[in-house]
């Protein structure tokens, strides 16, 4: 799946590159990709991001820690962030993802190379599967992947209709796998390694 911008959502004030300076802020997880990807996009708008106090704060919580002025701002996740949206008391700040590697992949699928060799048949047919599901909902209109999502998660449909889905795509988007370990080697969140080990190919 690629990215449908992640928004970094703030009360009361219009942003400027230094609005952030010194303030408290949650990412969700430190050392995260959302962390990462935050960090750097602070130092692109020329602010240090060490002058930034990152907090751990999960994504169903953000909104009350905003609202309540413990926070100043939070990047926060669907369905949350429509939900702040809505009750009028947050803006858009940025869209990290976006202005960072514009169009990234957000979701990839991890197993050991031991159980890929062991289990080769197995792998290609959930891959196949992977990409079916994926086709289907990337084919289908607003309201038939509405009523997918909504059936397999449990989500109450206007909630479905209200928010930000990503898209849908069945290619493995390397140079943005590529542009994110740049990035959390840049952050010292890892040391370069060779990408092509992580990639399976059936």
Known sequence: MMDEPKRLAVPGFEPTDEDLVGKTVSAGLINSVN????REWLQRKGVDANSVKFLEIPFPQMADALFQNRLDAVWNVEPFLTFMLKSGNARVLAYPFQETVPRMDITAYLAKESWVKANPDV???????????????????????????????GAKPEVVAAINLPEFITEFNVPSLKANLDIAVRQKLA???ELDAMIWKP
Do not use: Q
């Open 35 to 38: 962390y990462a990807h935050m």
């Open 123 to 153: 792998a290609r047919r959930f891959k196949r599967a992977i990409d079916r599901a994926t086709t289907t909902l990337a084919n289908a209109s607003k309201e038939e992947r509405d009523g997918f999502v909504a059936k397999y998660t």
């Open 191 to 193: 040391k370069p390694f």
